[in-house]
């Protein structure tokens, strides 16, 4: 397999799939397409990107590109992962919340953008301040539901994809007991980026930058 991805300081989208297909233990090769440029789009679809955007994942003759798709065909390929809960219920909860952070929480997105080798404190607008609410609410209720360590117990699909946030919680000083979080959702941030995967992905993101 190889998985086509932008640069690993930035690329928010390409991150999340890349930790859940690593998460598989599968060997696979990455491609690289450099964002950012007059290019970007040409490179990616040379590279065998359908759209034109990154990511995207060839495996043998199939190819399957938006990270939500990639990672619900890394679940289907990979079934003993246990990518989703086992549970239908509590599956479906988690393809909600991965959902939401797929299409939603614009202005958190558009204010903070991730980048890996950003620290910094800043006050966010009054637009950002639903987001950061909401992200406190959703994670602080899962986690007393499933009692930890992540959303769903074990790490899932949905983990990877609040894996980003995390880092913009992290890059631009946010503290998530200021929108209503009871410690859980601060604890449950700095824990995704002490997995394995993630850290394996930033210090390929900083390499990168120092190179």
């Known amino acids: 397999m190889d ?19 690593k998460r598989t233990g599968a060997p696979f090769t990455e491609t690289l397409v450099r964002l950012r440029t007059e290019r970007t789009n040409d490179d990616a679809r040379a590279a065998g990107s359908p759209s ?7 495996d043998a003759e199939v190819t399957v590109w938006d990270s939500l798709a990639i990672c619900e065909y890394l679940a289907e390929r990979f079934p003993g ?10 599956r479906a909860t988690a393809r909600s919340a991965a959902a939401e952070m797929h299409s939603g929480f614009h202005s958190l997105r558009g204010e903070c953008p ?14 950002t301040h639903p987001d950061l609410r909401r992200l406190a609410q959703l ?14 117990g074990d790490w899932t699909i949905a983990d990877a994809f609040f894996t980003p946030v995390a880092t913009r919680l992290r890059s631009y000083g946010l503290i998530l007991s200021d929108y209503g979080d009871p410690g859980v959702g601060g604890a449950y941030a700095e824990r995704l980026l002490e997995t394995p995967e993630f850290v394996e992905w930033e210090k390929g993101a900083l390499a990168d930058v120092r190179g």
């Open 3 to 21: 998985i086509i991805i932008g640069d690993k300081a930035w690329s928010t989208w390409s991150m999340r799939p890349w930790l859940v297909l």
């Open 139 to 152: 994670w602080s209720g899962l986690l007393a539901r499933s009692g930890g360590p992540f959303l769903f």
């Open 81 to 90: 992962s246990q990518l989703w809960p086992s549970d239908a219920a509590a």
């Open 114 to 127: 991730v980048d890996l080798t950003l620290r910094s404190q800043v006050s966010v607008s009054e637009a």
């Open 52 to 58: 034109g955007l990154v990511p995207a994942l060839k």
